[in-house]
């Protein structure tokens, strides 16, 4: 039996509110089909679309779906079916799902798909049911059907994270694809594993510019290695002049 959506309330945030500032270079890019498109065009859409759903440290050839891109290049599926071609992918598994828990790849995926934060914990918890009921597949349907998905996006938009600046702000916030995509959860299983990211490891300037003691004894061992041998070929040059040396 499947478990309905667990209700839960909007709060206000920035994508809720109309803006009529004018976009700058924070702004986030539109990409759509709903224009006369070339091939760099598309090119620029199909990063973008990457760059969205991906981290961008996830960015990797390796990571790429050539059959889907040859697909929408065709026009037999929407940029909305790309979109979710790549959210249910192997890769997108692998680097986001299978290192999370639950509760993070919930916000990873309503960060990335409907292009804001979860409102709330009870939104998380939401659609942490349906991820736990349904897949990961079921989820990433579930957010794409959505009525906010379809009226924010439809069906020949790439998602995008909404409203990011406010004109009271210098900045705007850090876009979703550069956040970690970890949780501290994930930090502490490293670190019981042995990584250090503490930061006493971080050198003063002048530690890193100061030559350790065995560079500087290794480096006078070869000086001075050098200089005897160059002095014996100087000799044997002078003695050669004088015939009392045959080189």
Avoid at 129 to 151: F, M, N, P
Wanted: glycine content about 8%.
């Amino acid at each position: 039996m499947n478990l309905p959506l667990l209700a839960y309330e909007p709060s206000s945030q920035n994508q809720r509110v109309e803006g009529y500032e004018v976009p700058g270079d924070e702004h986030s890019g539109i990409f759509t089909l709903d224009k006369t498109f070339s091939t760099v065009d598309m090119d620029a859409l199909i990063s973008a679309a990457y760059r969205q759903i991906f981290h961008e440290q996830q960015m990797l050839k390796s990571n790429r779906q050539t059959l889907l891109e040859s697909q929408l290049r065709g026009g037999l599926i929407s940029v909305k079916d790309f979109v979710r071609g790549l959210a249910i992918s192997d890769a997108f598994r692998t680097w986001n799902y299978e290192v999370n828990n639950n509760y993070r790849f919930v916000e990873l995926c309503v960060q990335r798909l409907l292009g804001r934060n979860v409102y709330d914990d009870k939104e998380t918890l939401a659609w942490s049911i349906v991820l736990a009921t349904k897949g990961v597949e079921g989820l990433v349907d579930a957010l794409l059907e959505s009525e906010e998905y379809r009226t924010g996006f439809g069906d020949r938009t790439v998602p995008y994270q909404r409203r990011r600046v406010l004109p009271q702000r210098s900045q705007g916030d850090i876009p979703f694809e550069r956040m970690p995509r970890y949780t501290h959860d994930h930090l502490t299983t490293l670190e019981a594993l042995g990584y250090d990211f503490s930061r006493d490891r971080r050198l003063n300037q002048g530690d890193w510019m100061e030559t350790p003691d065995e560079v500087r004894k290794a480096a006078g061992a070869v000086t001075a290695g050098l200089a005897v041998f160059l002095g014996l070929v100087a000799a044997a040059v002078v003695l050669s002049w004088f015939g009392w040396l045959s080189l």
